[in-house]
């Protein structure tokens, strides 16, 4: 019996510039770069999604061009999560899973909603608001992640809100947000956003190896001991987990390049 869960690595999107003849070979066409990413990846979370509204054409277009196993996390839709009550966001979350996201099939990962840095923590109008997120579309089961930043959501209730709907928090390694390292789902959602374009793999390896251990730590259902818990008194089941861990915002240029580092040392 497997004693751990899958661990993904990956990176943001697909389309960037600099990307081009660094991470896709040279004259490598644009329309196939999802088909290439897709091969040397196995998670990459899509922004898109946050912006505006897709197509179920679209939905069924990228599944089409990446191979088994390989997952798409979808970032849910800003006229969601940027809004003074939370509460009253049912319709907006109706709308925004009435796309045609099933089309993805099993490549449809976690959902990711993300708060505005402003977005203080309100726990009544939170537990609303993850009350009201679907357990499933159109017969597929869904994850739920949220990205808070702003530190008032550092409080032993947000984490326990978190863990009674079974919603992870992002783990994010960032300058500025707050880190929230507690294990309240079946899986782990971190974002590592303090890489450099001046280093080869987007973070040194010394980094890499801490992360690699930590999403190993994970996935075989335990919890890091070096990074900082909310509620370290509230344990979490010791059960295999997946984890997901993405190369966002800065070291941008060598995103692809850490994400394929990080895997290859979690694979070993």
């Not at 999560?81 to 009253?88: H, I, M, P, Q």
């Not at 295999?240 to 240029?253: L, Q, S």
Request: charge should be negative; charged fraction near 25%.
């Amino acid at each position: 019996m497997q004693n751990h869960g899958t661990i993904r690595t990956g990176i943001g999107g697909w389309t960037f510039d600099p990307w081009e003849g660094t991470f896709y070979p040279e004259k490598l066409p644009k329309k196939r770069q999802l088909e290439y990413a897709a091969a040397k990846l196995k998670v990459i979370e899509v922004n898109g999604t946050y912006y505006g509204s897709q197509k179920p054409e679209t939905f069924a277009k990228w599944a089409s061009e990446v191979p088994e196993g390989f997952i798409f996390s979808l970032k849910a839709s800003r006229f969601t999560t940027n809004r003074k009550v939370l509460a009253e966001a049912g319709e907006s979350i109706e709308r925004f899973f009435a796309q045609g996201l099933a089309e993805l099939g099993p490549h449809l990962g976690p959902i990711l909603w993300q708060f505005a840095p402003t977005k203080r923590f309100e726990p009544d109008d939170f537990d609303a608001f993850l009350r009201l997120l679907p357990e499933t579309v159109d017969g597929l089961p869904l994850r739920h992640v949220v990205e808070v930043r702003h530190d008032s959501f550092k409080v032993p209730e947000f984490v326990q809100l978190l863990r009674k709907h079974g919603v992870a928090p992002v783990c994010a390694e960032h300058h500025d947000y707050p880190m929230i390292a507690d294990v309240t789902a079946d899986f782990v959602y971190a974002r590592l956003q303090t890489g450099s374009d001046d280093v080869p793999t987007c973070y040194p390896d010394a980094e890499l190896k801490a992360w690699a251990k930590r999403l190993e730590t994970w996935a075989r259902g335990g919890t890091p001991d070096d990074l900082p818990l909310i509620d370290p008194d509230n344990k979490p089941k010791q059960a295999p987990r997946d984890v997901f861990a993405f190369f966002i915002h800065e070291g941008k240029v060598n995103a692809p390049q850490g994400a394929m580092a990080l895997q290859a040392m979690v694979e070993d």
